[in-house]
Nanobody, 129 residues
């Protein structure tokens, strides 16, 4: 059974930092490009960052310079380090391998070489004073 489990969300003040983790099971993690997506209240889910199986990365303009994606294949885990958080970053954050609704940058920078298309259950990040 393929499963992605996110953790690390929470409440943080503007300017603060959080590190999200996503642990994968049931798939050959090293062969998968991994993506981070988020969905703010009342908005559609958007792809914000990805990392390919060869460690190439992509960032949406809204996160560039503040967020860093990384992976540890030995732990089947992908991370998203988020610094200088802003209230506009408040959202449920998901990791996933489904590029169907992802921005074109995902396909060009992080071509999906894995077979399974799946999502985690999400972790809530709230940025508020």
């Amino acid at each position: 059974q393929v499963q992605l489990v996110e953790s690390g969300g929470g409440l943080v003040q503007p300017g603060g930092s959080l590190r999200l983790s996503c642990v994968a099971s049931g798939l050959n993690f090293e062969y998968y490009a991994m993506g981070w997506f988020r969905q703010a209240p009342g908005k559609e889910r958007e792809g914000i960052s990805c990392i390919s199986s060869t460690d190439n990365t992509y960032y949406a303009e809204s996160t560039k310079g503040r967020f860093t994606v990384s992976r540890d294949n030995a732990k089947n885990t992908v991370y998203l380090q988020m610094n200088n958080l802003e209230p506009e970053d408040t959202a449920v954050y998901y990791c996933g391998t489904d590029w169907g609704s992802a921005p074109s940058g995902f396909r060009s920078s992080c071509p999906q070489t894995g077979y399974h298309e799946t999502w985690g259950q999400g972790t809530l990040v709230t940025v508020s004073p």
